[in-house]
C-alpha cells in the first residue's frame, strides 16, 4: 500500500458529523506492510483540543513552559498568553469530567426554556 502523507497531516475527528457524539477509534493500520489492528481505541484528551489550542501548547513546550517567553515569541502580552492558557486548561478540565459538562448542557437547556422541569430532571438521572 502506497504511503499518502497528506493523511496523517489531516485532523482527526472526536466528533460525529451526524449525532455529535464521541467518536472512537476501531481501526489502525500500517501503511507500509497492511497489518490492521482493530478493537476501542481511545482518544487521548489533548487531540479533542482545537487545533490553535494545540499549536499553544506545542509553542508552551517549546519555550520550556514559560509564559514570558511565550508572550515574546508571539508578540501578545503576558496577560493575553496566561488567558489563553487558562482557556486551554478549563477546556480539558470538561474533557476530563464529561459528566459535569453534560449536567451544564441539560440545565442551560432548562434555563433557555428548551426542556420542562421533568425532562431535565429524567436526564440529569441519566448522567
Do not use: W
Not at 467518536?23 to 479533542?48: I, M, N, Q, W, Y
Amino acid at each position: 500500500m502506497e504511503h499518502d502523507a497528506t493523511a496523517i497531516t489531516k485532523r482527526l475527528p472526536t466528533d460525529c458529523p451526524s449525532c455529535g457524539e464521541k467518536l472512537v477509534v476501531t481501526r489502525l493500520a500500517c501503511p507500509s506492510c497492511d497489518t490492521a489492528l482493530e478493537g476501542r481505541f481511545g482518544f487521548h484528551e489533548l487531540l479533542k483540543l482545537p487545533e490553535d489550542d494545540l499549536a499553544f501548547i506545542t509553542a508552551f513546550v517549546r519555550a520550556s513552559g514559560s509564559l514570558k517567553q511565550m508572550a515574546k515569541v508571539r508578540g501578545q502580552s503576558y496577560p493575553t498568553i496566561r488567558n489563553h492558557l487558562n482557556e486551554i486548561i478549563n477546556r480539558l478540565e470538561t474533557l476530563l469530567n464529561p459528566r459535569d459538562d453534560r449536567q451544564n448542557k441539560i440545565l442551560d437547556a432548562l434555563a433557555r426554556g428548551e426542556l420542562t422541569v421533568a425532562e431535565a430532571g429524567a436526564k440529569l438521572k441519566g448522567v
